[in-house]
């Protein structure tokens, strides 16, 4: 089940893997909103006849600059969005993913958690908590035999990252920092998260784990 919380992306993913032979659905979903949180989760149980995968992957930063310069409306909606939305995600779906045999949870963090961007501040102490989110998800939900990985992609060659790589400047700036000199791809990160989805992953949960090109992370 895809979903967005615009419907001309969810049409255009449904669309793309149709055409690749999956068996696909997508609906709307603003991750912020508790009614659309609902229906993604009851139409994905009606037409697939439960969930075995959650994949969290909403995320905003609708600011850019230092950490004190950061507005508390921008605040506000970067941790609603980033991390509350995240951890209801992963509440509500709790009760479906107890019927599954396999069920797994993947959030994806960014590399931001580990080693903070300036012009990304507040956004990266989000990313942080993730992190932390993870951990703790990961050991409450053990005993159910659901598995909570989080995935910290470095940086992507995505809209969303674009201004960190739409310019000439911008993007020597941004692969000089990476050690195998080149953006990652979304499909680096869609393979990862498919592997964590899999049962090759059956013993992995808990985990923090970056593809980032080699960009540093941890001490």
Same mark, same amino acid.
């Given at each position: ?5 615009? /419907? ?18 997508? %609906? ?13 989760? /009851? ?9 075995? +995968?959650? =994949? ?7 600011? =850019?600059? #230092? ?10 909606? +970067?941790?609603?969005?980033? =991390?509350? #939305? %995240? ?38 102490? #989000? ?6 989110? &993870? ?10 035999? +659901?598995?909570?990985? &989080? ?6 060659? $995505? ?8 310019? /000439? ?5 941004? =692969? ?28 992995? $949960?808990?985990?923090? +784990? ?10």
């Amino acid at each position: 089940m895809i979903s967005s919380r615009k /419907e001309s992306n969810v049409k255009k993913a449904v669309n793309l893997l149709t055409a690749e032979g999956l068996n696909v659905s997508g %609906t709307v979903c603003h991750v912020g909103k508790g009614d659309d949180r609902k229906r993604l989760f /009851e139409e994905t149980k009606s037409k697939f006849g439960g969930i075995d +995968i959650l =994949v969290s992957n909403a995320a905003a930063n609708p600011t =850019v600059g #230092s950490l004190l310069n950061c507005s508390e409306e921008a605040w506000d909606k +970067i941790f609603d969005i980033n =991390v509350k #939305s %995240t951890f209801l995600l992963i509440k509500e779906c709790h009760p479906f993913l107890l019927n599954s045999q396999s069920p797994s949870i993947i959030i994806v963090g960014s590399i931001t958690g580990f080693q903070p961007i300036n012009l990304l501040s507040a956004y990266s102490i #989000s990313k942080t908590a993730l992190l932390g989110l &993870c951990k703790t998800a990961a050991e409450d939900l053990a005993c159910d035999g +659901i598995r909570v990985n &989080c995935i910290a992609p470095g940086i992507i060659k $995505t809209k969303f990252s674009k201004p960190l790589y739409e310019t /000439e400047s911008a993007h020597e700036i941004a =692969v000089s920092k990476i050690p195998m000199g080149r953006l990652g791809m979304p499909e680096e990160i869609a393979s990862l998260a498919t592997f964590l989805a899999s049962d090759d992953a059956s013993y992995i $949960t808990g985990e923090n +784990i970056v593809a980032a090109g080699g960009m540093q992370s941890r001490l």
